[in-house]
């Protein structure tokens, strides 16, 4: 019939129109900013930085690799690098971003920064109120600005989240398990280099007592 699939399209129109005045489920629009949906699992518009605990100083996961610096295509981050270095994760000391800055109004979200991190510390945040009047200053982020907690990412992202907080779990176990067997092979050799120097000594002949000198009368 000539028309029918047109005839389908404004009864499913007409169905949605009439029936959003009794049912939400059907509503196409909402009331915003009064009314927000909820974000998709999958959303990201820029990045931000992830740290565990509850110092941001401290528990900042990235280490100035740079390797999301020289990968971004944009170029819009900006790493300075420390000159000492703090323990990690694994407590294992290492070097720390003193500056750590993105500029948001360059940045296209292409998410390549998350991709070629290795240690699960920059991710896409889903916040995208993001307008100002002040170009340079809002809207270049710094590195106070861009870290976030572990639970923040959590709450955003949680599939995601999970399977960082797995493979730094499991990485952390492998140091641990690592200085382990280090400890354990230490007080072995250790032990063994008493027992060698024991068994030397058990060994070794026994010296005669040096003979009396003559006595004169």
């Known amino acids: 019939m000539l028309g029918e699939q047109i005839i389908k399209g404004m009864a499913v129109t007409a169905r949605n129109f009439f ?5 939400k489920n059907r509503l196409t629009t909402v009331q915003y900013p009064e009314e927000r949906l909820p974000q998709k699992g999958n959303t ?12 941001a ?32 994760y694994k407590g294992q000391p290492q070097i720390y971003p003193l500056t750590f800055d993105i500029d ?10 998350v991709e070629v991190c ?24 710094t590195k106070e600005k861009l870290a976030k907690p572990n ?20 990485e952390k176990a492998k140091a641990e398990a690592k200085a382990k067997a280090a400890a354990e092979a230490k007080v072995k050799a250790d032990a063994e280099a008493k027992a060698k120097a024991a068994a030397a000594a058990a060994a070794a002949p026994i010296a005669p007592p040096p003979a009396n000198p003559p006595t004169t009368t």
């Open 104 to 113: 948001i109004s360059v940045c296209m979200s292409c998410q390549i920064c």
């Open 151 to 170: 639970s923040y990412y959590q709450k955003i992202h949680p599939a995601d989240a999970a399977e960082s907080d797995a493979v730094i779990a499991a």
């Open 44 to 55: 990201r518009q820029f990045p931000f930085l992830v740290y565990d605990g509850d110092d």
């Open 57 to 88: 100083e401290k528990g900042l996961r990235c280490v100035a690799c740079q390797i999301c610096e020289k990968e971004c295509p944009p170029k819009c981050i900006y790493i300075v690098k420390s000159k000492d270095k703090k323990p990690d």
């Open 118 to 141: 290795p240690f699960e510390s920059i991710k896409m945040n889903t916040e995208f109120e993001l307008s100002t009047a002040d170009r340079f200053g809002d809207l270049l982020l």
């Open 19 to 23: 029936g959003s005045y009794f049912s």
